[in-house]
Structures are given as C-alpha cells and as structure tokens.
C-alpha cells in the first residue's frame, strides 16, 4: 500500500522517501547500515522508482533513468560518426546519381553504405527516433526529479537529526564549553564568505549556491527548447532553402516571396590577393596556393513590387536599396537573407561572328547574337544577309549524331547559319560551334568566321528565410545559462549543532569536496571547533 | 616582425622542454623530502619558467597577429600552436589552484608534442579567404580551442591516474590499452621526427598521376614514396620509387607520411622498449607513487565540468552562429561539425556518469582518455582525411 | 482516517497517471508529426492539388496576352516545358491531338515555356509542324516560380473554378492526356 510516511519530526514525507525531507532522519530501514547517505536528490524518492505499475509507468521509468540516457547519448555518438565514413548525399559532386556514386568511388564498401541507408543519415527514421527518444527522454527524467528536489530543498531544516550529521561525507565533533564567542565568529565568517546563514535553538545551517543545483534542469529545458526549434522545421513555411541565380544587369524575382521582391545584379566581383599590392608578408603563401580568393561580391540593388500584378506582367518596381552582397555580410529584408555562395565566371553572353568568303577572307558585315535573345534574320546590306537556322545553347550529338540542346544556358552555343549572298541566291548552310564547323551540304564559298565575345558574370545566391531560428537560438541560449549555472558554482552546506555539551559539524557540497574543505578550513580556524574528518577519505586510507 | 614571431615560439618550446624536466625534478625531490606543504623550489622554478615560456608564445602570438593582420587561428599550423598554448594555460591555473608539479610532468609533454606537431605543417602567414574574414574567426576559434585544451587537462590527469593506478606487476587488459596511449604518443613523435629529418634534407619528388577523376595532376612528395599515386609516374630523377600502388581515391601522400610515421615510431618505442626492460607505464609508475588518486580524479573530473560549457560555447553555440551568418544554415551535418557534436555528446555522457560512484576513479580515467582520442581524431582525421568544409590539404 | 487517507492516495495515484499518460501521449504525436513531416516533405508542392492555381498573364507567340484567370469557367491543361527537353516534344504532338478534340468541350491548353529564346520556341513549333494551342513564354520565370517548377514537364490541370485538382511530372502517354482532359471538362 502506498502511504506517506510521517517522521518523528512531524513533516510528512511522501512513500518511498529515503531520509526525512525535513530533518533528515532515516526512514529506510536498508539505509541505516549505511556509512554514508546518498545526497543526491536530498533522500526524496525519485517518483518512478515507487510506481511501476501500469504500462505507463513502466515507459516512463524507462525514460527517467539516467543510465537510458546515456546509452542513448552513447549510440547517438556512434551512430553519427558512422555518417562521416563517406561523405553524405548532399555533399557529393553532382556527377552521377547516388545509387551509382558511392560504389563506383569507394567499391563494396561504398554499395553496402548506400545500400543501409548511411548516405542520409542524419533524415533517415531511426536517426530522427534517436533523437526524439533523447527529447523525451530529457522531459521526462527532469520532470521526475526536479520536483521533488525542489520540495526537498524548501522543508528542509536548520536542525538536522543526528543520524543524518553523522553519515555526511564531512563530519566531526568537537568537545564545547567556552564556544559561545566563537560561535559569533564562525557566522561572521560565514557570511563573510557569502553563505545564506539561518539560526534556530542555536544550531546554525549555512548555505550558499543553492541555484547551481537547478542548472542541470534548465540546461535541460534549453535542449527541449532546442529541439522543438528543430521540429519546428519541418511546418510549411517556416524555413526556405533556395537559390537563386542572377546574370549581370538582370532582374529576377526572388523565391517564395510570393512575388514581392525582385533583385538586380549589378556587377560580381572576384578578388584575389595579389602580392604586389597587398601585404608582402603573404607572398609565400600565394606562392604555394597559386591563387587566394579575396573577396566574392555581387553589387545587388532590391526592387519591391508596386500595385499589383499577377505573375508574367511586368512588374512596376520600387527600389529598396543597394548592397553589396559578400560572404559573412548577407543581404536581409524582412524574414528573408541572401547569401553570396556561388557564382559563374565568364557565361557566354554574345558571339560574333563575320560573314567572309573563303577564299580571300573578305568581309562583308558582323552579326552579334544575343545568346540568349538571338534575331531570326541579319541584313547585311548589299544582297548579304544571314539566318539562323538552328540554334543550340548547350549543344551535343545525340545517339542519332544529329545535334540537340541540353538546356537553355549558353555553355556551349552552336549555330546552323544560313548564308544568303547575292552569288549565292539559295544560300549556304553552315554548322557553327566552338572550334567546330561543319558544313553538312558540301564545301561552301562563304563562312562565319569567330570575331568575339562577350561575357558576364553570374552570381549564385542562396535565399533563406528561417523562422525557426530565434527558437533555436533561445534553446541555445537557456542550453548555456543551465551548463554554467550548474558547472561553475556549487551547492555547498555547513551545518552546525549543539548536541548536550559537543558542537557537531557536518558538510556537504554537490561537488569539488577539495573546495569546500578549504572554505570550512577557513570558516572554523582560530574558534577552537576541530575541522570535520572527509570520511571518504579516511576509509581510502585505510 | 615574421621571424620575431618564429624565434618567440621556438623560445617558448624550449623553455616547456626545460619546464618539463624541472617539474618531474619536483616530484622525484618529494620522495627524498617528508610531507612538506606546497612545491619545493624545483617546483617553484618549475612553474615560474612554464609561465615564462607562455608568455613567450603569447608574444609569438600577438607578433603573428600584427604581421598578417588577423587573428593567427586560421590554418592547421597557427591553430595546433594556439591549443598547445591554452594547453599551457589551462595548466597554469589548474596549477595555482591545486599546487600540482607532477600534472606538469604529464601536461608539458603533451603540449610539446601539439606544438611540434603543429610546425609540421605550412607556417606561411596566409591571406584570409572570404569565408574567414569575420571577427567570428577569433571568437569560434580561440573559444573552442581554450575548451578543448581545458579538456585536454583531463586527459592528462587520466593518464596520470592510470599510470599510478595500473597493477604493472603482470600483463592484462589495462596494461596493454595504457601502453597503447603510450605508443600513440611515441607514434607523434615519430612522425614529428621523420618529417623535420626529410624537411631538412629538403627531399622532394614530383609525380605525374590519374585521379579520381581521370585528370592527370601533379604531386609533390616531401618523403621517399613507400606508397606511390595512382599510375604514378616519377619526374624527379634519383628520387625513390614507390614499391606499392595506391587506387586513385586514396590520398596516396598522406598514407605514405602516416606509414613512414608508424614504422619510425615502432622503432623508437622497440628501442625506448629496449632501453627501459618494461612497458613505459610501468617504468613511469615509480615517479607517481606519492600521488593521491583522489586529489587526480577531482582535477579531472573538474577539467571537464570547466571545460565543458567552453567547449560547447565555442566549438557548436559560435560555431553555430557563424556558420548560419557565412554558409547560410547552421548546422550542415559536414564532417567537422558531426565530430563536434561527438566530442560534446562524450563529455555530456561522461557529466551524467559520473552520478554515479562506480564511475569515478579509473573508469573516469579511460573516459578521460577516449574523449582526447575523439578531439585529436576530430584536428587530425577530420581535417586531413575526411573531406569537407574544414579540409585543409596538410 | 485511514481510509479517507486511502482515497487521499488513490487519487493522487489516478491524479498521477493522467498528468502521465497526458505526456507520453503528446510528446508521442510530437514525435509521430516530426517524422511524418520529414517524409513527406519533398512531396510537399508548392501549389498543392486542391489549392487555387496562381493566376498569371502572359504574351503568346502571336501576341495575344493569356490571364489564366480569364479562363474561370473552363478547365485548363497547364503545361510547363522547355526546347530542350526530350519528353516534352514527345508529348506535344499528343496533347496537339487531344486539344482538337477537346477544344469546343470547354477545355484549353496553355503551354508555358520555362524562358527559351523566341528563336528557339519558333524552331520548336516549325519542327514539329506548327501547333494549335498557345504558347507563352516565361522569360523572367515569374510564372516558374510562383508555381515551384523543377522537373519538367510538369502538368496541372485546373478545373472550372480555377482550382488545381491533378498535377503530373513527366512524359504523358495520348491516353492519359485524354483522361486528364476528360477530368477538368466543365
């Protein structure tokens, strides 16, 4: 049957409590052959411990022992080192898929570790329940002990019973007649040394740090906090993950503003150190790199949308600001930032070319295509004219040899140029690429001959927007005070009690015992009351 | 103002070389003397030159600083000497609070070796690239390094426990892992001699390979090639051919570095072997009869609850923060940050075991030490081996 | 007395595991979103079946401007595609076919090319012969965006009152044209 259990005392202990909250008496039979009590939760019971009844109980226990947390810890730890075996998905080369990667870079090994799932780790389902079964593995073990420990902390009383003094790990007696000025002393001292000093019937309870003891709970509740940032996440519209590709002197809307804000790309700017201009002392390691990068910079103006107007009618802009967008320094506006994170030096923008007979290289007039604008027809004046036929931006040969496109982007532009002069009223037709031309009917009079280029730079830009971060950075936050509240002070108690003609005292400290004894050391010298014997030490001694 | 920096540091090296002797003097003087309070004078020498020489590397430091213009943690080199210093300062203070001359004797040497180790690799004074250049640099940095060298006082603290701890008496299990931490440092120790001893032969050997990607590249090899590229082909003439050829994923130079770093180490320590007639745990055990265990588990246990919170804070809390401001997310599952998150996850569980009385002492010890093991893994393997976005070419 | 403090108890007993079972259980259905979030999350579009289509005006080939909204009361084959794209041209001559027949029964098609030259979409046309049903550019990928196009092609149909009720990615087969037609007529 489960009752509370009433102490000498007259405080009321709930079942299964170990010693006296109040006064410490012992009320576990099994614990009185002890040396020393285990302070650890200040004898309250440890609320899983005494119901373990239903099902419930049963997972809630299982969630509240330390030892479960640590094993999760543990695997936790193994689990992610095994993802850094190969690199994840999303940090190999965009050369082949996947499935294909990792056993033609790393053989069987590479196949068994795709083949488990390993190449996603970190989004793969057991991973996410060992993180979650931490999470609530964390709820559950604080609430199941913070409570009583805080209960415990708030009865407790400045006249401890007997048997408690006697099992702290410090404790000693002192014989005690003329030990009433130096009782005066000791609390001077005391709170000279910043104790909280309560008195009753002449026994004296110093106490200082009791907050540390919080620390773990709400280090805790910062990692809970931190977690729900995370689970946060996954909520439609919380968190974007873009990119966003901007040529020179384009403007382009921006991803998931829901058509609001359009960006301009004025200029990309690529530095490296150079060792003439900048300081001398780095010219050894220019030397052995061969090229540092400086700075990566997209010069950006911002336009905000006017009025309103449904995607495809060109917008009426406004313009936000101007800013130079570098690593480290992020455009932001609104919920939103944009990150330089690539860019594409040198995209082909306009070719050249020049009508011009064979023979004696005569020319009779250019022909600048825009590569991704291009004109059908060209004049030339004279009879001369040119058509294009076919144009191929991102030109191949497929399985036919016939030449087809791979995408919009000109990274490889071809050509079949039609070539109308007044010699050659039906026209010549030519296939145009880089250092290829091809000239599919037979030998012809006339060619497009390669005058220039021209090109721009492209700058990448990643456009996030994360809502969940100032959670995240709240959990991290509450994650530190907990740690530093709890590592970097201590709980520490000096009790001290008239027992008939003997002063007994007794210490106690959740840790850095070396501390403590000094600090008693210090309290008691020159009052004529002995130091407490470390009754840890003593049995190791022996 | 450069070679000022670089004789600061070399000055500082052999006054923790001098340190390291004085302080094992302190603890073999204790024997002869009775119980006295306080270090002896060897002692007393003994901390003022540790102190001496900090100061002297804290004077490299700011040298280094003023010359390159940034805070001197952005390569393998400035960021191994920088934790070798916070390893140097993190033991001053423990120092001060607890009076403890034989933790020098134990702490010293492992900040030599990360010192000399680090000079192992490129020392230029490198221009900053873009992703570096923010004052988050000092911060994450130095914030991380100061963590893990107040943890790495544990480590030596452990050591220190075990040492004394171990029954030497017969082989075992224990005796065995102890002498391997041993061999591990004796292993760094080859390797830091092999490579000055070919850097100042000055040995190079240029080597035509096909990659991974089937381009042909060039490498430049600073030691005789046991384990030469894939499709190798020697351009350096006179130079040593390879006798094994390595597939093209695997870093054929830095296996051939690692290889000849364990083959001098194993003779060095066959020969230390020779020399003593007992396991190196064993030989040291004498020296550390006088300790008091108790008094080196609370330094341990201590080191990790300091540097804990420090090690959290600026290994993942500024890390965070900067990784968010300079590569959009903070948190990307790369190699570095995922052995960060180990190492902080190690010392958390290590902070909850030690609730429990059975794990002080020796069990603590070895925890101790596979949490250094993780850190080191962590500046080594991740850096050098692991691809990622902390990859430095070493 | 000691049965009143026996019910004392009893209660705190039941008090106690409902304040337990009201945990487990949310932090179970925290656990449980979390997961499934995560799995479904590729699948989540951008504009989802059900949603309203986001209305869009764009120019055709002959000039004549297309707001999608100006077809409320029809059902719509949105086609999103490019000229480099191999199961696209398969599919056109397909959805030219089926749009005869389905023309005069209320259904259009619109056929959104992701920002090609005009060149190249004219080719485009030539090649395959000339098509019957309008094609519009986006050339700053407005359009593009505000529905989150990534594979192509990508198809919605869009029903009478303007709401997505299909949506495909990749090649379509004549007969599945046909049933997506049948699907959105009025």
């Known amino acids: ?542 | 103002m450069v070679s000022l920096s670089q004789n600061l540091l070399h000055a500082a090296f052999f006054l923790y070389l001098a340190a390291t002797v004085l302080f094992a003097g302190a603890i073999k003087d204790k024997r002869a003397k009775s119980k006295e309070a306080g270090p002896n004078k060897w002692g007393k020498l003994a901390i003022l030159i540790t102190l001496i020489g900090f100061a002297s590397q804290l004077g490299y430091f700011i040298t280094r600083w003023i010359a390159g213009g940034h805070a001197p943690v952005s390569n393998m080199f400035e960021f191994t000497t920088f934790f070798g210093m916070s390893l140097v300062g993190a033991f001053i203070v423990i120092y001060f609070i607890y009076q403890t001359p034989f933790l020098g004797v134990f702490t010293m040497p492992v900040a030599l070796l990360l010192i000399a180790f680090a000079s192992m690799f490129p020392n230029d004074i490198s221009p900053l690239i873009p992703a570096l250049q923010s004052e988050w640099l000092y911060i994450h940095v130095t914030t991380a390094a100061i963590g893990q060298a107040v943890l790495a006082v544990s480590f030596a603290a452990g050591v220190l426990y075990l040492v004394k701890d171990i029954d030497q008496t017969k082989p075992s299990k224990r005796t065995f892992w102890l002498e391997a931490v041993m061999y591990g440092l004796v292993v760094t120790l080859g390797f830091i001699i092999i490579s000055s001893v070919f850097s100042a032969m000055d040995y190079k050997a240029e080597f035509n390979w096909i990659d991974k990607g089937d381009q042909q590249v060039k490498v430049e090899y600073n030691m005789p090639a046991l384990t030469g590229p894939h499709k190798g082909e020697l351009l350096t003439e006179g130079k040593f051919d390879p006798l094994v050829e390595m597939p093209a994923i695997i870093n054929a130079k830095k296996l051939n570095t690692v290889i000849w770093s364990f083959i001098v180490g194993s003779i060095l320590y066959a020969l230390i072997r020779l020399i003593l007639r007992k396991r190196i745990g064993a030989a040291i055990q004498p020296l550390v009869k006088k300790i008091s265990l108790d008094l080196v588990d609370e330094i341990g246990y201590r080191s990790v609850l300091i540097g804990f919170p420090i090690f959290t804070l600026g290994a993942l809390i500024f890390a965070m923060i900067w990784a968010q401001i300079a590569w959009t997310r903070f948190w990307g599952w790369d190699p570095k940050e995922v052995w960060a998150l180990i190492t902080f996850l190690f010392y958390a569980a290590f902070l909850h075991l030690r609730l429990s009385k059975g794990w002080h002492g020796e069990k603590s010890a070895w925890l101790a030490v596979i949490g250094f093991a993780i850190i080191m893994f962590n500046l080594v393997a991740v850096n050098l081996i692991l691809a990622g976005l902390h990859s430095y070419a070493g | 007395m000691l049965q009143i403090k026996e019910k004392g108890n009893n209660n705190m007993k039941k008090k106690r595991l409902v304040m337990r079972t009201v945990i487990l259980t949310v932090l179970i259905a925290a656990v449980a979103y979390t997961l499934y979030a995560n799995f479904t999350k590729d699948d989540v579009k951008k504009v989802a079946v059900g949603e309203t289509a986001p209305d869009f005006a764009l120019v055709d080939m002959n000039g004549e401007q297309h707001r999608l909204s100006d077809y409320k009361g029809q059902g719509v084959f949105l086609n999103f595609w490019g000229t480099w794209c191999k199961p696209c041209e398969k599919e056109m001559p397909y959805m030219d076919n089926q749009y005869q027949q389905f023309k005069d029964e209320g259904v259009q098609v619109l056929a959104v090319n992701v920002g090609d030259s005009e060149l190249a979409v004219n080719k485009f046309a030539d090649r395959l012969g000339g098509l019957s049903f309008p094609i519009v550019i986006d050339k700053d990928g407005q359009v593009q965006t505000a529905y989150g196009i990534n594979p192509l092609p990508a198809t919605f149909m869009i029903d009478k009152d303007g709401k997505v009720v299909k949506y495909h990615t990749g090649q379509l087969t004549e007969e599945m044209i046909k049933d997506l037609m049948e699907s959105v007529k009025p």
């Open chain 1, 1 to 542: 049957m489960l009752k509370n259990v009433k102490c000498e005392c007259g405080h009321v202990n709930p079942h299964g409590t170990i010693f006296c909250e109040s006064c410490g008496k012992i009320l576990e039979e099994s614990e009185k052959d002890k040396k020393l009590i285990d302070m650890r939760y200040e004898g309250s019971a440890r609320r899983s411990q005494t119901y373990n009844k239903t099902i419930i109980d049963k997972i809630w226990n299982f969630f509240s022992s330390v030892k479960v947390g640590v094993w999760l810890i543990v695997v936790t730890l193994v689990a992610s080192a095994i993802g850094t075996i190969f690199p994840q998905e999303m940090y190999i080369p965009p050369l082949m898929p996947a499935s294909e990667y990792y056993e033609d870079q790393y053989g069987f090994f590479g196949k068994l570790y795709y083949q488990l799932g390993f190449h996603n780790l970190y989004s793969s389902w057991w991973y996410l329940i060992l993180i979650a079964s931490i999470g609530v593995s964390l709820i559950i073990c604080s609430l199941d002990r913070v409570v009583p420990l805080y209960r415990a902390l708030k009865v407790q009383r400045v006249t401890r019973h007997e048997g408690f003094l006697q099992r702290q790990r410090l404790f000693g007696v002192s014989q005690g007649d003329k030990l009433e000025d130096s009782y005066e002393k000791v609390k001077e001292k005391l709170k000279a040394k910043r104790y909280h000093v309560r008195e009753e019937d002449g026994n004296i309870l110093a106490e200082k740090g009791r907050f540390s003891r919080w620390g773990p709970y709400v280090n805790h509740v910062g990692l809970i906090i931190f977690l729900i940032g995370g689970m946060l996440r996954f909520v439609p519209g919380m968190y974007v993950d873009k990119v966003l590709w901007v040529r020179e002197g384009e403007t382009k809307v921006i991803p998931e503003t829901d058509g609001e804000y359009y960006l301009k790309s004025n200029r990309f700017i690529l530095e490296v150190y150079d060792k003439d201009k900048d300081n001398e002392v780095f010219g050894d390691a220019i030397d052995r790199a061969g090229m540092v990068a400086k700075n990566y910079q997209s010069n950006v103006t911002l336009y905000k949308k006017k009025g309103d107007t449904v995607p495809g009618e060109k917008p009426e802009l406004e313009k936000v600001k101007d800013f130079p967008i570098r690593v480290n320094e992020p455009l932001k506006f609104e919920n939103f930032a944009l990150y330089q994170s690539t860019y594409k030096l040198d995209e082909l923008n306009k070719m050249t070319f020049a009508l011009s007979e064979k023979q004696t290289n005569q020319e009779f007039g250019t022909v600048t295509v825009d590569l991704y604008d291009p004109k059908e027809k060209f004049d030339l004046g004279n009879g001369y004219s040119v058509e294009i036929v076919s144009y191929f931006p991102d030109f191949e040969f497929d399985e036919n040899g016939e030449p087809v496109t791979k995408s919009r982007i000109p990274n490889n532009p071809a050509f079949v140029f039609k070539m109308n002069t007044p010699d050659k009223p039906d026209g010549e037709v030519s296939f145009v690429a880089i250092k290829q031309t091809i000239e599919p009917f037979g030998d012809n009079t006339y060619k497009m001959a390669f005058k220039g280029i021209e090109t721009k730079n492209v700058s990448g830009l990643t456009v996030r927007k994360d809502l969940t971060l100032w959670i995240i950075a709240l959990g991290g936050l509450v994650f530190m005070i907990g740690v530093i509240q709890g590592a970097y002070w201590n709980h520490r108690r000096i009790w001290i009690r008239r027992v008939n003609n003997e002063v007994w005292v007794a210490g106690h400290t959740n840790k850095n015992w070396h501390g403590l004894k000094r600090e008693i050391g210090g309290v008691l010298e020159g009052t004529g009351i002995n130091e407490p014997v470390d009754q840890v030490q003593e049995k190791q001694e022996k």
